[in-house]
């Protein structure tokens, strides 16, 4: 659990014993109960150590790289051919033609190879659930419907072996979610490669991530009752901070007042996002919609608001059953149009799993009217920028983080592999669960040839 009483095992534990048999004074179903819950966590334990990835995180830069030679795509700016990109520290410091080449660096030579800023997620249960049909392993939820003070950077598994699946594909950033209730908690922008998770963090609070209700009658009027317990208690904490007691929750949804931290609401029809820029607007809040697949119809009034959407996934049906069949399809382009700023997340119903699959939604997008270099953008840049981090990644360009990979080809197309990753100038370990299966299964039909040859 992302919060929980790290005392509470203990109150299960009989304190008590008789010296001759072990068993607690107070009965057999004590015993019972210690004895289930010693196997509960040997079992949780196998089941976690099981789930483990086995890849080693990448040290720190040492020296300067130069990646020579390639195809460069900035996203901010222009494709540069037969360009090089130079970091150290960690950092990029030179990109272009004629980029001199620092004495001591590394040289990778890249003719005919690609060079794409990092792909980001922008919302995921990445690092909270490990295997969707197995409870123990799903942690991206507390019990009851308000959880302000919940933080999943706190929970981030930095073991999971769902994250070298994702990045071997060049989802290097990912937004790790909670979910469940009105206001789910904070999410954290996450790199996918670190010891722990303050390694990983990119930031730490992204957004405040509330699920808009269909019926805007009680839940808002819960939700507006605690915004305003949580002016009041602002204040009164500013007034005399000794003479208030300290409330998690009411302190977590400060900075969502103060306008510091965005709502990111989830919400798809016309109606919830009316209510839901209506509300922010009124109380001056800064507002995220995510989902907004009807988004198209209130545009104006997104404009007006400056209110971005992320287009929660394009490989789905349609909305209702007389849309178009390629309503999701075409939503970036119409979004574009428009003039509504928007991102694109895998979304789905595979979770954390699916993060790989995010550069072939927006080719999706990109076969359905928009633009290559608009849907590249949408996976980078645009994503970096409405979560507040485009200062670090999402582009190629100077004292931006050299979080970027090498590719054999258009990142877009299925067939391109992702052959070199680096975050914060780290190269990373692109081998996977996936890969190991995919070895050790050729080997066995192999064999299997060689025995049948015989």
């Known amino acids: 659990m992302m919060f929980s009483n790290r005392n509470s095992v203990q109150t299960l534990i009989p304190t008590q014993f008789h010296s001759d048999t072990f068993m607690p004074t107070s009965s057999k179903s004590a ?5 289930t819950l010693l196997f509960s966590l040997l079992c949780f334990a196998g089941h976690t150590a099981a789930m483990a990835s086995d890849q080693i995180p990448g040290p720190r830069q040492k020296a300067p790289i130069a990646i020579v030679g390639a195809t460069v795509h900035t996203v901010s700016g222009r494709v540069l051919e037969n360009a090089t990109v130079v970091f150290e520290s960690g950092k990029i410091t ?18 005919g190879k690609h060079v794409y800023p990092s792909l ?29 003070n919940v933080r999943a950077v706190a929970a981030f598994n930095p073991d999971s072996e769902l ?4 990045r071997a594909n060049g989802v290097l950033v990912a937004v790790c979610a909670p979910t469940g209730g009105l206001v789910a908690g904070r999410s954290a922008v996450m790199m996918l490669d670190g010891w722990t998770w303050e390694d990983m963090t990119l930031k730490a609070d992204a957004g405040m991530h509330m699920r808009w209700p269909r019926d805007s009658g009680k839940s808002l009027n819960e939700l507006s009752e605690l915004l305003e317990q949580t002016a009041r208690y602002t204040a009164s904490r500013q007034a005399d901070s000794d003479a208030t007691q300290l409330d998690l929750r009411l302190e977590s949804l400060a900075p969502v007042l103060d306008g510091s931290l965005p709502m990111i609401v989830d919400a798809t029809s016309v ?25 198209v119809h209130c545009a ?54 699916g993060l790989r699959n995010l550069p ?7 076969a359905y009217g928009l633009s290559q270099e608009d ?3 949408s996976i980078t840049l645009s994503t970096a920028e409405i979560l507040g981090v485009a200062d670090r990644v999402g582009s190629i360009a100077t004292e931006r983080d050299a979080t970027l990979f090498i590719a054999n080809g258009n990142i877009l197309e299925t067939e391109t592999q992702v052959e070199a990753a680096f975050i914060q100038g780290r190269k990373v370990d692109l081998d996977n669960k996936h890969q190991q299966l995919y070895r050790k299964y050729s080997a066995k039909y192999d064999q299997l040839d060689e025995e049948n040859a015989r």
């Open 31 to 35: 015993h019972r109960a210690l004895r």
């Open 94 to 111: 030179a990109v272009g033609k004629g980029a001199a080449v620092p004495a001591g660096a590394e040289v990778i030579e890249a003719a």
């Open 120 to 148: 980001i997620d922008a919302n995921s249960d990445i690092g909270l659930v490990e295997v969707n049909s197995v409870r123990a392993t799903i942690d991206s939820r507390e019990t009851g419907n308000i959880n302000p």
């Open 163 to 166: 994250i070298p699946v994702n």
């Open 271 to 295: 109606t919830q996002i009316e209510s839901a820029v209506a509300f922010a607007s009124q109380r001056k809040l800064k507002l995220i919609i995510h989902g907004g697949y009807e988004a």
């Open 300 to 353: 104006e009034l997104l404009k007006k608001a400056d209110v971005p959407v992320i287009v929660s996934g394009v490989y789905r049906t349609p909305t209702g059953r007389d849309n178009p069949y390629d309503e999701a399809y075409t939503l970036p382009q119409r979004l574009k149009e428009a003039g509504v700023k928007f991102c694109i997340c895998s979304g789905g119903r595979f979770g954390a799993s």
């Open 360 to 366: 072939y939604h927006a080719a999706t997008a990109a």
């Open 375 to 377: 849907a590249l953008r």
